[in-house]
Structures are given as structure tokens and as C-alpha cells.
């Protein structure tokens, strides 16, 4: 299981790597915005991809809509993990083809049981 | 201020004397064909209300020179002197902050990952010791089994006093690390300051050009700015005192939910 992190705040993917690797998943790589992370996506053979919302460069949001428009992979599930709480953009974010929503700030347990969920719904 | 803001709300009394004087003044010479005099006092009156913008206009210059003027850390410890005495205005301070924030959560990051394994080593030795303790306490044990355990143990009691050290000064450096709140929350409240203040400003500039658009007759068209959420706007504040904003995690949820997630 290969993740991608991106957000670009070193500090919450280091608090993003910590928890997956709790979680059992140890293979992850580092984005700091979309403009870094579809290039990596593209090649990188991901199997799932936790984005932030607000990020200079490509937003997250955007990066969704990338990934759900690029043939090779629309299917990759991704875990929105974000400050954004405006009720029109978690809607927006569903009807992009997002697998999960998670706000900040945010525990571990909500972040393991969003993941699990993902997973649940996939298999 | 408020006073303040009160005080601007009407013209200068003796500046009202005036422009009364000069209109009754207009009518007459209007009225008695002196289109000469009418003329000058017409360009009279424009530099009345010319004059009073001036004055609202170097009234607010000031206040505002002030409110920028007063802007300066007062340096409580030579430390903070030097690290304050460098910053000049207030996106200076902000990236202050973020930077000593950034470093404190690396710091506390840090001594979290170098603490995790060893609590795990000492919880995975434990388990082992554990049940060689049991099947010792079954009478399960060879001699040889149990001189390894032995020694085993005695290393253990060993390293947990080595890894209980390790883990506390972690957690006492992890609390050490945690004064940056200090430094950063003076910064915040400076500039909270000074943008409570620059506000204050811009609502006297907006009354004092009202007064000028009461003047002039003029009227602005104000567009609704519709700010884009795609890019993202970042936390919200007071989430629970808005109907368009989710106020935690159950929120999303229940929104996702709603919508067949």
C-alpha cells in the first residue's frame, strides 16, 4: 500500500505520516501542493492519496478534479483531509468524487476509521 | 474612538456658519444680477468643502502615523530585544510566528519519534518476559531456560531505568518547547492591535468620505465580491455561530451522509 500525503505544511504531513504508519502503512511519499503531487501520481503507481484542501500552487480541490479526469487515475480513492468546513464545498468535493472528508483538527481515530471506510467500500 | 467617529459625523460647526452665510450670500448676488461676485463665491464655497476634506483627510494621516509609531514591541528581556528590535512591521511578526511555531512543532515532533520506539521496545520485552515468567511460575522452566531468564531480566531493569530517563527528559524538552506560545502570543496581540486600530481608522476614512459624497452628490456602485471557495479559504472561525460552515467532523459526516455517502 503506496500513499501519498500532500499539504502544504511539513508539520501536519509529518503528523499524517505518524499516524499511517500506526495504521500499518509505512510506504509513504511527501507533496507539498498539486503542481508536485499529479506528476508523482502519474508515475508513482499510488494506491491512495490524502490531500489538504488550501494549498499556493494547485489546490487540492483541484488536484481531485485532476486525478478524477486523468484515465489512469480516476479510480484512486482519496481522503480529503482539510480546514475547509464551508457546507458548499464539502458538497462540491462529494459531487468532485471524493472517497472521504475529513476536517480539521482532526484525531487519529477519525482519520483510522475514514481510511477503513474507504477501504471497506472499495473491496 | 467611537467619540470620535461621533464628533466627524456632521460638518465643523463654524465650517456649517459658513457655507450658510456664503449661500445666503449667492442667492442675493443671483438675485441682484452681480453674476461676477456669484461666481467667486460659488469657487468660495467649493474650497469650504475642499478644506474640510483636507483637514479629515491630515486628521486621519496622523492617526494613522500614530497607530504605526505605537506599533513596537516594548523589549521586556535582552534575548527578545535583539530578536524584536529587527522586525519592522507586522508581516515581518506574522512570519515570526510561523516560523517559531513550525520549529517548535519539528522540535516536539522530534522528541515524539525518538520516544515512540522505545516505548515500544519496552512494552515488546515486557510481553516476552511476561509469559517467560508465567511458565516459570507453571514450573515449566528448564535450569538453563531459567538462568537465561535470569540474566534477561536483569538486563531488562536496566534498560527500563536507561529508557524511562530517555523518555522523560524527552517529555520535559517537549514541554520546554511549548514557550514559543509566550513570545508568539505577545507578537499576535501587537498586531491584533494594530489592525484593531487601522479598522477603527477605516471606519472614520468611510464616514469622512461619506461626508464628501454628501457634498459632491455621489453614489457608488458596490459589487458584491463573491470570493471563490475553490481555492480554499482556510479555517473558520466562530463555525458554530454559521449556518454554511460544519462545526466538526459529525457535521461532515452527517452533510456526506445526506447526500448518499
Redesign the interface.
Known amino acids: 500500500m503506496k500513499i501519498l500525503i500532500v499539504d502544504d505544511f511539513s508539520t501536519m504531513r509529518r503528523i499524517i505520516k505518524n499516524l499511517l504508519r500506526d495504521l500499518g502503512f509505512t510506504n509513504t511519499d511527501e507533496a507539498d501542493d498539486g503542481n508536485t503531487a499529479l506528476p508523482m501520481l502519474k508515475s508513482g503507481k499510488y494506491d491512495f492519496l490524502v490531500t489538504d484542501w488550501n494549498m499556493p500552487g494547485m489546490s487540492g480541490f483541484d488536484l481531485l478534479k485532476a486525478v478524477r479526469a486523468d484515465e489512469g487515475l480516476k479510480t484512486l480513492p482519496i481522503l480529503m483531509v482539510t480546514a475547509e468546513a464551508k457546507r458548499d464545498q464539502i458538497v462540491a468535493a462529494a459531487q468532485a468524487g471524493v472517497n472521504g472528508y475529513v476536517v480539521k483538527p482532526f484525531t487519529a481515530a477519525v482519520l483510522k476509521d475514514k481510511i477503513e471506510k474507504i477501504f471497506e467500500r472499495i473491496q | 474612538m467611537s467619540d470620535d467617529i461621533k464628533g466627524h459625523r456632521g460638518l465643523e460647526p463654524e465650517v456649517t456658519e459658513k457655507l450658510r452665510r456664503q449661500a445666503a450670500e449667492l442667492m442675493e448676488s443671483v438675485e441682484g444680477g452681480d453674476y461676477a461676485r456669484s461666481m467667486t463665491l460659488i469657487n468660495e464655497l467649493s474650497d469650504v468643502r475642499d478644506q474640510s476634506l483636507y483637514q479629515e483627510v491630515g486628521r486621519l494621516t496622523r492617526t494613522l502615523h500614530e497607530a504605526i509609531r505605537n506599533f513596537q514591541i516594548d523589549p521586556r528581556s535582552q534575548e527578545q530585544k535583539e530578536v524584536l528590535s529587527v522586525m519592522t512591521d507586522a508581516s515581518d511578526r506574522l512570519a515570526y510566528v510561523v516560523q517559531m511555531t513550525?520549529q517548535a512543532?519539528?522540535r516536539t515532533?522530534d522528541l515524539?519519534?525518538e520516544s515512540m520506539p522505545i516505548a515500544h521496545t519496552l512494552r515488546d520485552e515486557a510481553v516476552v518476559l511476561r509469559e517467560e515468567w508465567q511458565r516459570l511460575r507453571r514450573r515449566e522452566m528448564q535450569p538453563a531456560e531459567f538462568r537465561e531468564l535470569y540474566g534477561r531480566i536483569d538486563a531488562f531493569f536496566l534498560s527500563v531505568t536507561k529508557d524511562a530517563d530517555i523518555i522523560y527528559n524527552s517529555l520535559s524538552e517537549i514541554l520546554l518547547a511549548q514557550d514559543f506560545q509566550d513570545l508568539t502570543g505577545q507578537v499576535i496581540q501587537r498586531v491584533t492591535a494594530l489592525v484593531k486600530e487601522v479598522e477603527e481608522q477605516m471606519l472614520s476614512l468611510v464616514v469622512m468620505a461619506s461626508h464628501v459624497d454628501q457634498l459632491t452628490g455621489t453614489v457608488h456602485q458596490i459589487d458584491d465580491q463573491d470570493v471563490s471557495?475553490?481555492?480554499?479559504?482556510?479555517?473558520?472561525v466562530k463555525?458554530e455561530e454559521r449556518e454554511?460552515?460544519?462545526?466538526?467532523?459529525n457535521d461532515?459526516d452527517d452533510?456526506?451522509s445526506s447526500?448518499g455517502?
Open positions: 513550525s512543532a519539528n515532533m515524539v519519534e471557495a475553490e481555492q480554499g479559504v482556510g479555517p473558520q463555525a454554511d460552515v460544519v462545526s466538526g467532523q461532515v452533510l456526506l447526500l455517502f
